[in-house]
Nanobody
Framework: QVQLVESGGGLVQPGGSLRLSCAAS????????MGWYRQAPGKERELVAV???????NYADFIKGRFTISRDNAQNTVFLQMNSLKPEDTAVYYC???????????????WGQGTQVTVSS
């Protein structure tokens, strides 16, 4: 099984910054894509950013250059640097990873518990 542990969320003022991290652990053969989704109350979960095992990235349009995703493959950890935060960024941010538990296993998706990000004065 794969466990994802998130950290870095909290309360910040508009225009502030936060850095989220998510570490994958447990028995696994390999990890493919990693990334972040977010969900505000009453809204659907939406993609924020994705990074492949080779370092290719994709971002949602609302980011507008404010966020940066990165990963450390040796530590199976993905990061999300968030700058110029706005009140509309307030949401629960969820880490995800696609992984194989064995050399011949299928690729399955795994989720973290989520970390709250609140942007308010």
């Amino acid at each position: 099984q794969v466990q994802l542990v998130e950290s870095g969320g909290g309360l910040v003022q508009p225009g502030g910054s936060l850095r989220l991290s998510c570490a994958a652990s447990g028995r696994m053969f390999s990890i493919n894509d990693m990334g972040w989704y977010r969900q505000a109350p009453g809204k659907e979960r939406e993609l924020v950013a994705v990074i492949t095992s080779g370092g290719s990235t994709n971002y949602a349009d609302f980011i507008k250059g404010r966020f940066t995703i990165s990963r450390d493959n040796a530590q199976n950890t993905v990061f999300l640097q968030m700058n110029s935060l706005k009140p509309e960024d307030t949401a629960v941010y969820y880490c995800f990873a696609n992984a194989r538990l064995g050399v011949s296993s299928r690729l399955d998706g795994y989720w973290g518990q989520g970390t709250q990000v609140t942007v308010s004065s």
